[in-house]
C-alpha cells in the first residue's frame, strides 16, 4: 500500500509537486498519469528515496518512507525512466548484483525467476551496453522484480518498447493484479486503460482527477486533455 | 556494511573491465620503469654523495617526477566513482536500493584503495631488482610502501570528494587534480618560505612525506596528516551524497 499525505517539492524557488495526496490500496494496479514536466518522476523518486520531499508524507505499506527510508525501500521494485543500467556489465551479473545489493536470500533462484518473468532469459549472457532499448528495459524490469517486492513503482515502462513487447509487458502487469501493488507513469493513455484498476491525473504538480478508466462516459482521452489543457487555457487568458 | 562489499565488488569488476583501467596500468608502469631505470644508471655512473641514498630511496622519495603521474592519474582513477554514476544515471538505482549513503561511499572508498595498492603492487620488482645486484635495505622499502599506502588514504578520498561534488567526471578529475596539485605546490613551500609558513608547508609536503619514509623513518606527524585529511574528505563524501536528495 502506498498513502501520500500533502507531498510537496521544491526545486530551488521552483514548485514540482504541490501538496498532492493520494493512495494506492494492496494489489491495486494504478496509473499515474499526466502532460510531461507534471511532476510526475519527482513524485516517484520521493516515493522510492531518490529525493527527499520538501514537506508531507509517505507512508509505504505502513512504514514512514521519509524517516525509515531504507526499510521502505526494501518493499519497492523500482524502475526508473530511461532505465539506467550498468552497461559494462552483463544481464546476469547485473541481476546478481542487485540482488545481492537487496539483500535476496536465494540470489540465484531470484535472477532465474526473474530473468524469465521479464522475458530476457535468452540475453543473460549478453553484455548489457551491446543490448536493443527494448531488451535494455527489460533488464530494467527484471531489476525491479529482483527481490519479489510487494510494490512496484514504474517510471515510463514501455518507452522503447516494439507493439509485441508492449503488449508482452501489460499482460504482465496485469497477471501482478491482486498480487503486487503497482504504480506507473505514463503518457501513453491506451496503456492506462489497458492495465490499470484507478488512473491520478496530475498536472503542474497538482491532483486533477483520481478516478478508474471506465467512470467517466467520455474517453480516458477526451478527459485527459481537458484536465490538462483547459485549466492551463484558463490560466492563460 | 554488506552493502559496502557489494559495492566494492561491482566497483573492481567494472573497473577491470574498463579500457581506462589498462590505459592507466601500462602508462604508470611505463613512466615509473623509464624513472627507474635513469635512477639505477645516475647511481651506476656518478658516486654516491650520501651514504644513505640509494635508487630505492631515490625513486621513492627523490624528486617531484615520482608525483606528477599520481596527480594525473589518481583524478583519472577516482572520477568514476559517484560522477560516472550520475552520469549514467545509476545513481538512481543505487540510491533507491535499500542501501545508505555511508555504505555506498564506503564500499566506493575501499574500491579506489584497492585499485590504489594494484598500481603500486608490480613496483616490488624494482626492490627484487635491487636485491640481485646488491643490499636492499627491506626497513626502508617496507616504510615506503607504508608511506605510500598512507599517502593514498588521502590522494583517493580527495579524488572520492571531488567526484561527489562534481556533476560530470571530467569536472571530478579537474577538480581533484587542481586540489592535489594546490596541496604537492603547497608542500614546496617548505624550501622557500620561513618560520610558521615553512612548519606548514613542511607539514603539507607530500615531498618532505615521502623523504621521510624513504630513508625508512616513520613520523607519525605525516600519518596524522594523511589520515585526517582522508577521513575528513570521506565524511565530507557522505554528508554530501545524503545532502544531494535535498537538492
Request: proline share 4%; with cysteine; charged share 20%.
Amino acid at each position: 500500500m502506498i498513502e501520500v499525505e500533502g507531498l510537496s517539492r521544491l526545486y530551488g524557488s521552483r514548485l514540482a509537486v504541490n501538496d498532492l495526496s493520494f493512495r494506492v490500496e494492496p494489489g491495486e494496479i494504478v496509473g499515474f498519469l499526466g502532460p510531461n514536466g507534471a511532476g510526475k518522476s519527482t513524485t516517484l523518486r520521493m516515493l522510492t528515496g531518490y529525493l527527499a520531499p520538501s514537506s508531507g508524507e509517505i507512508q509505504i505499506d505502513g512504514i514512514d518512507a521519509v524517516r525509515s527510508s531504507i526499510r521502505a525501500r526494501e518493499r519497492m521494485g523500482y524502475m526508473p525512466e530511461g532505465v539506467p543500467l550498468y552497461r559494462e556489465m552483463r544481464v546476469r551479473e547485473y541481476l546478481r548484483h542487485r540482488a545481492h545489493l537487496k539483500r535476496v536470500p536465494d540470489v540465484g533462484e531470484a535472477v532465474d525467476r526473474c530473468l524469465e518473468l521479464a522475458g530476457v532469459a535468452d540475453a543473460r549472457t549478453r553484455i548489457v551496453g551491446q543490448l536493443s532499448k527494448g531488451y535494455r528495459q527489460r533488464v530494467g524490469l527484471a531489476e525491479a522484480l529482483v527481490a519479489d517486492p510487494p510494490i512496484l513503482i514504474l517510471d515510463e515502462p514501455t518507452s522503447g518498447l516494439d507493439p509485441n513487447q508492449v503488449r508482452q509487458f501489460r499482460e504482465l502487469v496485469r497477471s501482478f493484479g491482486g498480487k503486487k501493488t503497482v504504480l506507473l507513469s505514463t503518457h501513453i493513455l491506451s496503456e492506462v486503460e489497458a492495465v490499470c484498476d484507478r488512473v491520478i491525473i496530475i498536472r503542474e504538480g497538482e491532483k486533477v482527477a483520481d478516478l478508474a478508466p471506465g467512470d467517466s462516459e467520455t474517453s480516458l482521452e477526451e478527459v485527459f486533455a481537458e484536465l490538462t489543457t483547459a485549466g492551463a487555457a484558463q490560466e492563460a487568458s | 556494511m554488506r552493502s559496502a562489499w557489494v559495492v566494492l565488488k561491482r566497483e573492481l569488476a567494472s573497473f577491470f573491465v574498463s579500457p581506462l583501467a589498462y590505459v592507466v596500468l601500462t602508462s604508470w608502469l611505463v613512466w615509473n620503469g623509464v624513472w627507474f631505470w635513469m635512477l639505477t644508471e645516475f647511481y651506476a655512473r656518478n658516486a654516491v654523495s650520501s651514504g644513505a641514498s640509494t635508487p630505492l630511496s631515490g625513486f621513492f622519495g627523490g624528486s617531484a617526477l615520482f608525483f606528477i603521474p599520481l596527480l594525473v592519474f589518481v583524478p583519472v582513477l577516482t572520477m568514476r566513482l559517484v560522477a560516472g554514476e550520475k552520469q549514467a544515471g545509476t545513481i538512481e538505482t543505487l540510491m533507491t536500493a535499500p542501501v545508505s549513503e555511508t555504505s555506498v561511499i564506503l564500499g566506493k572508498y575501499a574500491a579506489s584503495m584497492v585499485i590504489w595498492c594494484v598500481l603500486w603492487v608490480p613496483t616490488l620488482i624494482y626492490a627484487w631488482i635491487m636485491s640481485q645486484h646488491g643490499s636492499v635495505d627491506w626497513g626502508a622499502v617496507t616504510a615506503s610502501y607504508f608511506g605510500i599506502f598512507c599517502l593514498g588514504t588521502y590522494f583517493m578520498a580527495v579524488g572520492l570528494l571531488m567526484s561527489v561534488l562534481a556533476p560530470t567526471q571530467i569536472v571530478a578529475a579537474v577538480l581533484a587534480f587542481v586540489t592535489l596539485g594546490v596541496l604537492f605546490t603547497v608542500g614546496i613551500g617548505e624550501f622557500v618560505l620561513d618560520g610558521a609558513a615553512r612548519e606548514v608547508c613542511a607539514y603539507v609536503s607530500m615531498l618532505g612525506h615521502m623523504q621521510s619514509f624513504a630513508k625508512g623513518v616513520i613520523d607519525t606527524r605525516y600519518l596524522v596528516f594523511d589520515l585526517s585529511l582522508a577521513i575528513l574528505a570521506v565524511g565530507l563524501s557522505i554528508g554530501a551524497m545524503k545532502a544531494r536528495r535535498h537538492g
